[in-house]
């Protein structure tokens, strides 16, 4: 495959009008997100929720792509068929997220940086084989007393582009995901300085690292208030300043920017979108690639009860139509009072 190959796979993982599902939650957060309705996590309550979000009729007009945990890419549907080929049949595009998590970082207390390295080559070439088109690693970047660090965002930065430069040599698409998270009572103004700096931070290793961006989706934060501060910025002050600061710290080279939820509401994420949307054409798209904002509706109407998949997946296909049209600005609170 060459470079234009990469490039064309990467502008359609942010073709007009579609996003992506991050459904890739690891064994110890699907567990978190199942018990919040009551559900047990098993082998067989996970390919019944997954299967639910894979065969949701209408998805494939809104979603480019889908991001698999390891278990998932290995599993089959209900009926027999690998989930990869179900998704692919349908003109989605597999993806894998392919980190190890984000561990403490020794000496540096409350920081963490992200593992997953070592024999990462022959896990990319394993899922290539298993039909992973595009991968994800996600950096998390914490907000607090003293932090982030310089030497933290470096740690993490310079993680990434060993991975983005690993997967352009399997033939795999990058999802480059610096977050820096929301939990903590910081300001916007904060959140916009950490976020440009992490960016910064990320794109000097990515171009040290000799990696192409044109076949590289970024997946960062909103530049939004802290989850705890007592004043929190609107829907237009988020939008543009999340623009400003992208505009500032990521080069017009980039494939495609989707965004991750991060613990916004559904309704929120959406609303940000849009409004970023809605300020007029920058140099790359500006999609979703959310778990949260997409899933939360859809578990809560779900519950583990086969007699309510179908509603689930009507609620599943709601989101990411919003989604779809907040793409192009046009998402209204009508749509959400339609489908109520
Ligand atoms: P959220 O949209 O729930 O933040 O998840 C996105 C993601 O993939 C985290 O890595």
Request: negative net charge; charged residues 25%.
């Amino acid at each position: 495959m060459s470079m234009s190959d990469l490039e064309l796979l990467a502008a359609s993982l942010v073709a007009k009008g579609k996003g992506i599902l991050a459904a890739d939650e690891s064994m110890p957060t699907i567990k978190k997100r199942f018990d919040g309705v009551g559900l047990e996590s098993t082998e067989a309550t996970r390919q019944a929720y997954r299967d639910l979000l894979f065969t949701a009729p209408q998805i494939e007009k809104y979603l480019s792509g889908v991001i698999m945990f390891d278990e998932t890419i290995r599993a089959t549907a209900r009926n027999g068929t690998p989930f990869a080929r179900v998704l692919a049949d349908r003109g989605i595009i597999p993806g894998i997220k392919v980190d190890k998590g984000a561990w403490r970082l020794p000496n540096f207390p409350g920081e963490k940086v992200t593992e997953g390295l070592d024999g990462l080559r022959d896990r990319l070439m394993e899922y290539r084989e298993m039909g992973a088109r595009f991968a994800k690693w996600r950096a998390v970047i914490a907000i607090g007393d003293g932090i982030p660090t310089h030497y933290c965002v470096e740690a993490n930065a310079h993680a990434l582009a060993r991975y983005a430069a690993l997967c352009h040599e399997q033939e795999i698409v990058p999802i480059v995901e610096p977050e820096v998270l929301m939990d903590g009572d910081h300001s916007i103004e904060t959140c916009e300085q950490v976020t440009e700096m992490t960016l910064r931070l990320t794109f000097n290793q990515l171009r040290a690292h000799r990696v192409a961006l044109e076949a590289v989706i970024l997946k960062p934060n909103m530049v939004v208030s802290g989850k705890d501060a007592t004043e929190q910025a609107g829907v237009e002050q988020v939008a543009e300043r999340t623009v400003r600061c992208l505009r500032r710290s990521v080069p017009a080279a980039v494939a495609g920017i989707c965004f991750l939820s991060g613990g916004q509401s559904p309704e929120q994420a959406t609303e940000h979108l849009n409004a970023m949307n809605a300020l007029g054409p920058q140099p790359w798209e500006l999609s979703f690639s959310y778990a949260r904002a997409l899933q939360e509706p859809v578990l809560d109407a779900w519950r583990g009860d086969d007699s309510n998949t179908d509603r689930a997946q009507k609620v599943f296909a709601h989101r990411a139509k919003c989604n779809s049209e907040a793409r192009y600005g046009r998402y209204t609170k009508q749509m959400e009072i339609m489908a109520a």
